[in-house]
Each structure stands twice: as C-alpha cells, then as structure tokens.
C-alpha cells in the first residue's frame, strides 16, 4: 500500500464522566487501575481538545467514543449520554457518540437509545453484556431494546464487563495463584471473553436474532473468541431448539467484529478464514490500550500482505462508515 495511512475509524474508545468518575462505585472498579495506571484517568475523562490532540498525533480521524464501567441508572445513563454530547457536538469531526444504557432496567433502554439516536445523533449503543447479577439478555423483557436498535438501524456493541460475584467465585482458581493473577484470569485475560461469548450464543439459542433478524451486533477483541470455535458451535447446535438460523448464517448476517486490544495478527488470520472482511472494524481500546500499539498494529498488517489495499481501507474506515452512516 502507500506510505500514507487510510483513513483510521475506531469504534472501542472509551470515556467515563467525570461526574460518574468520582463516585464509589466506579472507584471501587477502577481506583487500582488507576493507582498502577495514573494516565488511564485522565485520559478517560477526556472526550475532548486533548484527545483530539492525541487523535491527530497517530493519525486517528475519527473515535466513536462510549461510557466505560459499571452499570448505571437511567438518571446516570441520560447525565453521561448529555455530556458525551456536547463533546460530540464541539468535536465533530473527530468525535462521535455510543450511548450508554441502563441494562439492569430493561424497560428504560429502548427509550434512552431512542433518545439518543433521534436527538442527539448518536450511532447506537455500547453496553455491558451482563448485570451485576450475571443476567444476560435473553428474556422478553429486553425485546423492547432489542426492537429498538432494530427499528433505529443502529448496532449494539456487547463489551465484555466485570464478572457476577457468584460467577467468579465459581472460577476463582487454586489458592497458589496470586490476587492479580486470579483477577485478570477471571475477567480481562480470558473470563469476560468467554462469558460474552457465551451471552452471544445464548441469544442466539433464546430466538433473539430470529425475532429480530436484522440487528447488528458488534463483538470487540476479534469475536470474543467465537471464530476459533465457529465450526464447533455450529455443529453442537444442532443438539438443542430454540432457533431457526444457524449460527454460521447469524455470524454472516448480524454479527460485527472489531480488532480491538489485541496486537498480534495472528487472531486475524483466523478470521479471515470464517468471516467476511466486510464485517472486521479497526479499533483500538483506548485508554487502556494505547494509540500507539493500535497504529502500530494497522500498519504491521498494511505490510504483512495478509489483506489488499482495498481490504485495507475496509478495515480501516469503510466498514464502519457502512454500519454506522458515518
């Protein structure tokens, strides 16, 4: 390809109100990490001049920017979205909105996306794939919001979370491994990437995709692991009702992926075998992966010769441009 980069659209790109930011709660998830990571803080509260400045520095035009962390009511949901819009609204060429939702109020989703969508111009939304309770979304009380999305014509993206209480002590390993060994096996290394997995073939299972069967789905981290296994699942499926798609037509029709915070193209030679290149997005994970090791990324796939120029600039922009009306 040319020495000049294409276009970059990333889609992972996280933010935190600094309001939310100071509460309890989201110390309670966040304050080690940004005890170990100082910058992390900063950098998440900024939706703005400085992120932009960082945006222009690596040759990253656009970031479709999401609240991150922890589940919020509908009061906090609607605060964050305002202010994740007036960022949008003074950035527009270089910052555009994910909405968050209450997830653990399901009767409030549809309406806050709504929202979001028609007044404020957001381009769908980025949620948890649980409650703290460990709920998925499979149940007729998160019709409305799965409707919704439908109706708007706007994605969902299902980002892995923290782990239910009872989940992790189910999964908490031998009492030789250490604290933060045990943390990042039971959530960022491996756990909530197998649970969302899971969530997504649950959804499946449970009819969603049939009910609803033009929604878009977004997976970050190359799918979440699901491609690895893409044959596997299809085959075992067979074994149980409750759908009338298969999951390979459902990977083909509904399901997005994003490369985000991984820096090996090796997941990527996976993907290409099972899945349309028309469906992989270039994202980052920022702040808690860095512009740097993202556009290192892209540019090491630009010279691998793994995708042509044309596949590329799909990876790099076009897709996302296509699923969200850029």
């Not at 990253?60 to 609204?89: F, M, P, W």
């Not at 290394?189 to 929604?215: E, N, Y």
């Not at 878009?216 to 979440?224: A, C, P, R, T, Y």
């Amino acid at each position: 390809m040319s020495q000049s980069l294409p276009r970059l659209v990333t889609l992972e790109e996280h933010w935190v109100s600094p309001t939310l930011a100071s509460s309890s709660r989201f110390q309670e998830l966040f304050g080690d990490l940004f005890e170990k990571y100082p910058s992390w803080g900063a950098e998440l509260r900024d939706a703005s001049a400085g992120r932009v400045a960082a945006m222009k520095q690596h040759s990253i035009d656009l970031q479709v920017v999401s609240h991150t962390g922890g589940l919020y009511t509908l009061e906090e949901c609607r605060s964050a979205n305002d202010e994740l819009y007036e960022n949008t609204k003074a950035n527009p060429n270089h910052i555009a909105g994910f909405a968050v939702l209450p997830v653990a109020d399901p009767a409030s989703c549809a309406e806050e996306l709504t929202r979001c969508v028609k007044e404020l111009g957001f381009k769908g939304a980025l949620i948890n794939h649980q409650t703290a309770e460990g709920t998925y979304f499979t149940g007729p009380e998160y019709d409305p919001m799965w409707k919704a999305l439908e109706e708007l014509d706007v994605p969902c993206y299902l980002h892995p979370t923290w782990l239910a209480d009872h989940q992790m002590q189910a999964l908490i390993p031998g009492s030789n491994v250490s604290k933060a060994a045990q943390k990042a096996i039971i959530n960022s290394s491996w756990g909530w990437h197998a649970d969302t997995a899971s969530h997504v073939l649950q959804l499946h299972a449970a009819g969603v995709f049939d009910r609803f069967p033009k929604l878009n789905l977004v997976l970050g981290h190359f799918g979440e692991m699901i491609p690895f296994m893409l044959d596997r699942i299809e085959a075992f499926s067979i074994r149980y009702p409750g759908f009338k798609r298969g999951f390979k037509q459902v990977w083909n029709e509904n399901i997005w992926i994003t490369t985000s915070g991984v820096w090996s193209l090796d997941p990527l030679a996976i993907v290409l075998r099972n899945t349309s290149i028309d469906r992989i997005m270039f994202s980052i994970d920022y702040p808690f992966a860095t512009l740097e090791k993202g556009v290192q990324w892209f540019k090491d796939l630009a010279a691998s010769g793994m995708v042509d120029e044309d596949g590329l600039v799909k990876i790099a922009h076009l897709n996302a441009a296509r699923l969200l009306r850029l």
